[in-house]
């Protein structure tokens, strides 16, 4: 049995799609109970499990040989760092407790930084699920992807509103990024597989695009201009406040974004597995003009 926690998100979700669809045995595992209905309609069993719930996770995990597992995804905490600690802490007392022989994990490109090297802020909690096993006799297989083309995407009403892209990033800084969902094949394609040892594996897209590309492409499928603009970072922080996002969850992003944004958060090995969807392929078939 495969069991996928983050069965909700987008690669989660993704990963239970693939899985099944090659008649592989998976269990989604979600939080909230209304999203049960969504896989239990198409055949796929489901477990709720808060993740702060310890007794919850073992029910749900404890008849696994494989686990997908990911770091929270969260705007409204106020000890983002610290609840994912916690959270990390209850993965492995599930998993030390079950039958699971492997663990798989989203982790991040640039993870590889401890917090006393430099503040990454949101990739820390990357670093701190690459460490959380490592007192467990089972084979461990991290993915780190790029940044994700679909966190552009976050901006569409504003693009297609007003033609204007906004971005943290310069706009002529070429950096990797990734489809979410060529990640999502590659991992589920993995777990079909099967892990013999433990391995770190990172991903990058066929080529590096900037956010004046992310605006090129958007140009094209909206068939109106779309111009980048540059948000100063005296400026990140009201930003991400007016978005929704706590003051904690806005100071780790900001960190994060300084890493990618100052060139640092690059790849720690030198074969990186490269996944096939550009950037315009990605655009044209997640946009509706």
């Known amino acids: 049995m495969n069991i996928v926690l983050g069965a909700s998100g987008q690669v989660g979700s993704a990963i239970v799609q693939f899985l099944s669809e090659k008649k592989v045995k998976v269990k989604a595992v979600v939080r909230n109970p209304e999203k049960a209905d969504l896989f239990e309609k198409k055949g796929v069993e489901v477990a709720i499990a808060d993740y702060y719930d310890l007794q919850a996770l073992q029910n749900a995990v404890k008849d696994g040989e494989q686990i997908f597992v990911i770091t929270p ?125 433990s391995e770190l594996i990172e991903l990058v897209g066929p080529e590096k695009y900037s956010a004046n590309d992310v605006a090129a492409a958007l140009s094209e499928n909206l068939g109106r201009k779309v111009t980048v603009q540059e948000i100063p970072r005296e400026n990140w922080e009201r930003t991400m406040n007016e978005m929704g996002f706590t003051e904690d969850v806005s100071k780790n992003f900001i960190k994060m974004t300084e890493v990618v944004a100052d060139g640092i958060a690059s790849l720690e090995g030198d074969a990186p597995v490269s996944l096939g969807t550009s950037l315009s392929e990605y655009i044209r078939e997640n946009i509706k003009s």
């Open 73 to 197: 995804d969260t705007t409204t905490s106020n000890d983002i760092l610290g609840d994912t600690k916690k959270i990390l802490e209850n993965y492995r007392k599930a998993i030390q407790n079950s039958g699971i022989k492997t663990i798989f994990g989203l982790s991040s490109g640039g993870a590889q930084y401890e917090k006393h090297e430099r503040n990454t802020g949101n990739l820390l909690m990357s670093n701190m699920l690459e460490h959380e096993f490592i007192s467990l006799s089972v084979n461990q297989v991290f993915i780190r992807p790029s940044y994700f083309y679909s966190n552009w995407l976050l901006s569409l009403d504003m693009v297609k509103e007003k033609g204007i892209l906004p971005s943290f990033f310069p706009a002529d800084l070429k950096f990797y990024m990734n489809s979410p969902i060529d990640v999502a094949r590659f991992i589920a394609d993995k777990m079909v597989e099967g892990a013999k040892k």
